[in-house]
T-cell receptor
Framework: DAGVTQSPTHLIKTRGQQVTLRCSPK?????VSWYQQALGQGPQFIFQ???????QRGNFPDRFSGHQFPNYSSELNVNALLLGDSALYLC????????????FGPGTRLTVL | AQSVSQHNHHVILSEAASLELGCNYS??????LFWYVQYPGQHLQLLLK??????LVKGIKGFEAEFIKSKFSFNLRKPSVQWSDTAEYFC??????????FGTGTRLQVFP
C-alpha cells in the first residue's frame, strides 16, 4: 500500500515562471491538503481539496491554485514565481471530515532563482 | 491571533537525558492535538495524537504527551533520549476542520 507520493522531488525555476507540483494520496483517502514549509519554519497551510473542490484556504495569494482529480490526486500550481516561494511543498492526505492524522508525502523542494 | 507556540527552538541533549518539549495553543473549545517528527532527510510522520479521553497519550518510540486543558498545553516527553531521536519536532492542532496548524518546530540534537 503506497503512502502519499509527490513529484517531482526537486525543481529549479526562475522568477516569473509557473510551476506545477503533483500529489497522489494514500490509498483510501479522499482529502488532499498542501503545505508550504520554508527553511527553519513549520509547515503553513495553503489549501485543501475534497470532492474536487477547494474546501478551505490559508493565507496565500491567488497565484497559488490547485486542482483535485476524480482519482483524488491533486496538483498545486504557482504562477509568477517569486524568490520567496522557494520552499519545501508538502502534500498530505486524510479521510475527509475525520480530523484525524494526515499522512505526509516526502515533499517537493522548489528553488526559485 | 490564534496560533501554536513551541518555545524551545533548539534543544541539545546527551543520550539518556530526559526530554520535554513545550507546546501551547491559543484555540478555545475542542481541538485535536498532534506531534509530528521529521527525521533528517525523511518526511513528516506522526508521533502521537490526542482527541479525547486520557490526557496522557503514548506514541511511538517511547514518546508520550500530556494534554492540560487549563494551560492550553500539549507537551511532549521522553524519559531517555537516544541519538536516533535527533530530528525536528512539530506540534500541530486541528480545530473544526482538517486544517493542520503547526508550530514553528523544535530542533533536537542528541549527542552520544
Amino acid at each position: 500500500d503506497a503512502g502519499v507520493t509527490q513529484s517531482p522531488t526537486h525543481l529549479i525555476k526562475t522568477r516569473g515562471q509557473q510551476v506545477t507540483l503533483r500529489c497522489s494520496p494514500k490509498s483510501g483517502h479522499d482529502t488532499v491538503s498542501w503545505y508550504q514549509q520554508a527553511l527553519g519554519q513549520g509547515p503553513q497551510f495553503i489549501f485543501q481539496y475534497y470532492e474536487e473542490e477547494e474546501r478551505q484556504r490559508g493565507n496565500f495569494p491567488d497565484r497559488f491554485s490547485g486542482h483535485q482529480f476524480p482519482n483524488y490526486s491533486s496538483e498545486l500550481n504557482v504562477n509568477a514565481l517569486l524568490l520567496g516561494d522557494s520552499a519545501l511543498y508538502l502534500c498530505a492526505s486524510t479521510l475527509g471530515g475525520s480530523g484525524d492524522e494526515q499522512f505526509f508525502g516526502p515533499g517537493t523542494r522548489l528553488t526559485v532563482l | 491571533a490564534q496560533s501554536v507556540s513551541q518555545h524551545n527552538h533548539h534543544v541539545i541533549l546527551s543520550e539518556a537525558a530526559s526530554l520535554e518539549l513545550g507546546c501551547n495553543y491559543s484555540y478555545g473549545g475542542t481541538v485535536n492535538l498532534f506531534w509530528y517528527v521529521q527525521y533528517p532527510g525523511q518526511h513528516l510522520q506522526l508521533l502521537l495524537k490526542y482527541f479525547s479521553g486520557d490526557p496522557l497519550v503514548k506514541g511511538i518510540k517511547g514518546f508520550e504527551a500530556e494534554f492540560i486543558k487549563s494551560k492550553f498545553s500539549f507537551n511532549l516527553r521522553k524519559p531517555s533520549v537516544q541519538w536516533s531521536d535527533t530530528a525536528e519536532y512539530f506540534c500541530a492542532v486541528i480545530k473544526d476542520t482538517d486544517k493542520l496548524i503547526f508550530g514553528t518546530g523544535t530542533r533536537l540534537q542528541v549527542f552520544p
